[in-house]
């Protein structure tokens, strides 16, 4: 572990190489069963609301009615997350081919909202506890084994690809001490490999 300002971050972040592969992968983390969908910021419930009449006409009726029911959200202050259809597919999933995408990511790419979707959905594999500040961690999955080859392939670190996430939920000033303390991380672990 190693820290950035007020954060304290997962060592593997450092290391790890990394580049989604919607072809192989077909949007599973999107799709973890598990019965409850990305964990969202407080604020992220009002931009959801906001959002929800421009993205509507992407979603196929199954999770149109979800939507109804509860607006796709569950939870409560502190610990809202999105709702998910049979424990399973994020509520504001739709698919292409047999691809699993978000509804708001392909709004905000159309210019239609200016929220791209909830920062955890951005930021993963990266997930962020707190305990007194916030604690960024590698959630290693086996669905992600192609973005690991494939950020291999690419010399991809972790930390770049995720670069415009970690800029927004952190500011550039962060980040920049945050890929700096990644680059000396790496450098250290290579001396012990020699």
Known sequence: ?????????????????????LDSCKGACC??????GAPLDDSEVAEIQK???????????????????????EGYVGSFATSCIDHKDCVFVFYENDTAKCAFEKAFFNNEI????????HLFPIRIS???????????????????????????????????????????KWYDEFKTACVGNVKRESEFQI
Request: charged share 35%.
């Open 130 to 172: 707190d305990f007194g500040g916030d604690v960024l961690r590698y959630e290693k999955i086996k669905e992600c084994k192609p973005a690991i080859m494939k950020g291999k392939a690419d010399s991809m670190p972790l930390f770049e690809f995720l670069q415009d996430a970690l800029i927004r939920k952190y500011g550039k």
């Open 114 to 121: 200016s929220w791209r979707k909830p920062i955890s959905c």
């Open 31 to 36: 799709t973890l069963p598990g019965g409850r």
């Open 51 to 73: 959002a929800i009449t421009v993205v509507k006409k992407y979603l196929p009726d199954r999770q149109l009615e979800e939507i109804r029911l509860n607006d796709g959200i």
């Open 1 to 21: 572990m190693f820290t950035v300002f007020n954060s304290i971050v997962d060592e593997r972040i450092a290391y790890i190489k990394f580049k989604c592969d």
